[in-house]
């Protein structure tokens, strides 16, 4: 059977020619044939010569996404075995495969894996189906997962909203494989994490935030630290084993407190330690500052504020608000530790909204440290949409 065909508008071959994996709706001239939805599809420019082998996805803005530029590739067993490999072998060049720690193990577009995410957890893996092409080879690829990584379960947690940009359902439960413990426990850096990979946010846990994590143990000793937007309380957990004096988690996610004081007290922090706050953080930073505390590290690592064009400015607005009253409650020589995990906020507006916090709050900052997602989420050159983490630590006087 042969594959259809879409053909591009002149000039808008482009993209593709710098590698670049997406193919929007408004640059198709003619589709040939009648693919279903995730089938390959041979995408040509205008005069009729190859340029990729792509994934259509006919309910989406990026109607296919490609999987090869290379006319002699076929997508199949072998083409998806070589990708995971490559990925693997990616992982293990960073030193991110401690059999009992974790990681993202492929992170769509940067492994030419446009639509899949997987973590890994130990043995276990979490696997996000996200597109339609990877939708339509799902089968082959948990099989081609298990074989390459000999996991010992694959979960499949395809719940997030961008599904339903694809026109695909959600979907969670087992793939393969052993039904994962609840909570499977990782380590890292010397701490453990207990995560729940059924209900917890992403696949469970902020891997991303590995490196700002080592960051936050290097600054953490004795001091008092206001974690805002815990989560479980990872940033928590590391401050605390690197000899911060104190921590309060605060998230509007009760579980997710349950989990912090599961963690915490699975790395034999003393109670006494740290206090878990169930609240709003917009709330908890102006109560506390109406109070008269201080902190001498602020951590804020919220949700995407900025999901779309149309929100940048209010999502923007959102980040400097909290930016402010962070800096506001920072005792001398205290640092704000804030990050944007928008991909629409560049480093450079995130770099001036802090600045602009900090004249608001009528402080001085210098920057000790820039930082972004860890390396088990690259970002390929050929598609920089990928970056999208970034953050910033900053000293006041
Ligand atoms: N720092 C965490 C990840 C944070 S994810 C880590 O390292 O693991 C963002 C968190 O913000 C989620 O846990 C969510 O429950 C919480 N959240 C979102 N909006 C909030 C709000 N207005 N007040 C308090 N918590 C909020």
Redesign the pocket.
Known sequence: MSESVLKLHPGREKSLRRRHAWIFSGAVAELSGNPVPGETVTVVDSSGRFLARAAWSPDSQLVARVWSFDENEAVDDAFFARKIRRAIEFRRFLGYDDPEGGCRLIFSEADELPGLVVDRYGEFLVMQVLSAGVEFHRDRIVRLLAETTGAGGIFERSDVGIRAREGLAGRTGLLYGEQPPNPVIIRENGARYAVDIRHG?KSG??FD?RLSREVVAQFAAGRSVL??????G??AVTALLAGAEHVIN????AP?LRQAAHNLEMNHIAPDRFENLT????ETLRKFSAEGRRFDMV?L???KFIESKRVLMQGSRAYQDIARLGFRLLNPGGLLVNFSCSGLMTPELFQKITADAAVEAGVHGVICRRLEQSPDHPVSLAVPEGFYLKGLVTRID
């Open positions: 946010q846990f902020y935030q974690n805002a937007f815990s989560y479980t990872a940033f605060v998230d509007s996610s997710a609240a709003d953080v917009f951590i690592d919220p949700p």
